[in-house]
């Protein structure tokens, strides 16, 4: 058991472990391209991943066939890449348990991250360091949705899960986390959460760069636009980096990337596919040539001042090696965003200051307020809350203030978990 005092500790107040900030600073960062993609592309023998029952786990390949792996981190880093990823994108333990290597998760992140560790400082020189990037994606869960099967694991859990996966990749040497490829918004914080804790137990912290996945309307798998997404990110304790990768290429990215070079406060990082996939002969094709990635980047460079770049699907050396030709090294443009205190929901985002004024606050989903709520809520009828908060904001309400505080029930913390699910 921890002290107390440790655990409250704000991460803001922690010693920050490494210079990646320190260069981000001071030039345009480039990422590597894509791990699993590149992996595919080997064709490897079906016993590489050892057991036959963890085939089709790539993250295991650094126990395996590490040989491999330090093959894909040396091509990115030569191809002039400042930060290599660890293999750890599937590594958390709840992702691991569907090959039987749950119990394996700390191990196989701290040998990704001091594989990849390894790598990167043989890279290193005093005036061009190279950096790690723990790797940290989705469980496979959707703990914003509704069917059973996808979101059985709470909340709490899930931030241990991703605490326990942070552990591995700090013990093993990172210079960040990255937290990528997210398109369920509470995920998104469990992980951010886990890390956060993670960190006031170790006494020390590293950045953490969370990226958020869009489809090519410009949303995240439950709606959650651009807009909310930023607030969400951008209140969370630890979060330093902010960003897109996945889903789509650089074309559909681009009026999110605006949205966040006008209203983000922390620095951006934009990390595409080589375009959206093509199925060409039952395989998928990545169409987005090394030229366009590297034109894509320079425009987000130049034009909208974005700090961090990389390539994520389908990307390979020749993509990166061509992006650090356009733009690796320079320094920023500069940004001046037009911040706007604002609350958010798992959809979308309110500014706090309304034109006209003022921020309306509907005060009907509280159980100490409202006989009509009070007797849904001693029902547990979910259903009727939400419509109590349906008639709300059809009265024009901005915001909810809900309270499910009833002296009959002495579950309120859990009450208060499903009532605001249903809302969100």
């Known amino acids: 058991m921890h002290d107390t005092a440790t655990t409250f500790v704000k991460i803001a107040d922690l010693p920050v472990r490494g210079h990646y900030l320190e260069a981000l600073a001071e030039r345009v960062i480039v990422f590597d391209g894509g791990m699993g993609a ?10 590489a991943c050892g057991e036959p029952r963890w085939a089709g786990c790539k993250d295991v390949l650094t126990l395996t066939a590490p040989e491999i792996i330090e093959e ?56 061009r360091p190279r950096f790690v990037a723990g ?16 979101s059985d694991t709470p909340y709490r859990a899930l931030v241990e899960v991703f605490k326990e996966q942070a552990r591995g990749l700090v013990d093993g040497g990172v210079d960040l986390i990255v937290i990528e490829t997210q398109f369920d918004l509470l995920e998104l914080k469990a992980a951010v959460a886990g ?7 170790l006494g020390f912290r590293v950045p953490i760069q969370a990226q958020i996945t869009l489809d090519t309307g410009g949303r995240m798998l439950f709606g959650a ?19 897109i990768n ?36 039952g395989c998928a094709v990545f169409p987005l040539t090394p030229e366009a990635l590297a034109e894509a980047h320079r425009e987000f460079v130049e034009d909208l001042g974005v700090e961090v770049v990389g390539g994520c699907c389908g990307t390979t050396p020749e993509h990166l090696r061509r992006v650090v030709e356009a733009v690796g090294g320079r320094r920023h443009k500069g940004r001046a965003p037009r911040w706007e205190p604002a609350i958010a929901s798992g959809v979308r985002a309110v500014a706090l200051r309304q ?21 849904l809520l001693l029902a547990e009828d979910y259903d009727g809350v939400l419509q109590v908060a349906r008639e709300q904001l059809e009265g024009n309400a901005h915001a909810l ?11 309120e913390r859990a009450q208060m978990e499903r009532v605001v699910k249903k809302l969100a």
Not at 38 to 47: A, Y
Not at 195 to 201: A, G, H
Not at 364 to 374: E, H, I, L, Q
Request: with cysteine; hydrophobic share 40%.
């Open 135 to 150: 790797a940290i994606g989705p469980t496979g869960k959707l703990p914003s949705g509704t069917d059973p099967s996808l």
């Open 38 to 47: 590149t992996i595919e592309r080997m064709n490897l023998p079906t016993d």
């Open 195 to 201: 890390c956060t804790r993670l960190f006031r137990e």
């Open 355 to 375: 034109e006209p004024p003022p921020l309306l606050v509907a005060e009907r989903v509280n159980a100490t307020g409202s006989r009509r709520v009070k007797r």
């Open 246 to 281: 996945c889903s789509t290429g650089p074309e559909h990215m681009r009026e999110p990337v605006r949205y966040l070079a006008e209203h983000a406060r922390k620095p951006i990082a934009v990390i595409p596919n080589a375009g959206i996939p093509i199925n060409e002969g």
């Open 401 to 411: 203030d809900v309270c499910v505080a009833l002296t009959e029930r002495a579950d």
């Open 72 to 127: 894909i981190h040396a091509g990115f880093l030569a191809a002039g890449c400042d930060v290599v990823e660890t293999n750890t994108f599937q590594a958390s333990p709840l992702r691991l348990a569907e090959w039987g290597l749950a119990e394996r998760a700390y191990e196989l992140n701290r040998a990704a991250a001091q594989l990849a560790r390894r790598v990167a400082d043989r890279f290193s020189t005093p005036g």
């Open 225 to 243: 636009d651009i807009a909310a997404a930023l607030t969400v990110l951008e209140a969370l304790p630890g979060v330093d980096v902010v960003g």
